[in-house]
């Protein structure tokens, strides 16, 4: 017998401020099966918004840039992991940097897994497929009660 992790109904929030790349990483995820919303946001304020306004949709999963203007990925992880209601949210960076200082800053900050975006579009996808997998269709992870905590 087999343990099913639970349908996460919310969206994935992919936290990215270049279209071109957003639009490869919702085809890669459709390529990969994914049959949920993805919502699109440019900036992590605009994400910390979309997090914090009640009503909002309890995201299944958090994909993050860690370069984009204004409040970069790294300040925005840092405030989500801070944060008692949003902490359990997976949140996955995907990133093009490879540097070692800013895998180990991440991780520091709390970030549940480091990805190095890939620039061809097969190796995205191949990206894509395994942390659809694990994320969503393996790990069990807290889910959000009634008071809007994991």
Known sequence: ???????RQGPILVVEDSIDDFEATQRAFRK???????????SG???LAYLRTPGSPWPSLILL????????GRKTLEFIKKDETLKDIPVVVLTTSNYNADVRMCYALGANSYVQKPVDFDALSASIRCIKEYWLDTALLPEKDAAGKA
């Open 65 to 72: 840039d860690l370069n984009m203007p204004g409040m970069g």
């Open 1 to 7: 017998m087999s343990l099913k992790p639970p349908v």
């Open 45 to 47: 304020e605009a994400a």
């Open 32 to 42: 990969a099966g994914l049959d949920k919303k993805i919502e699109h946001l440019t």
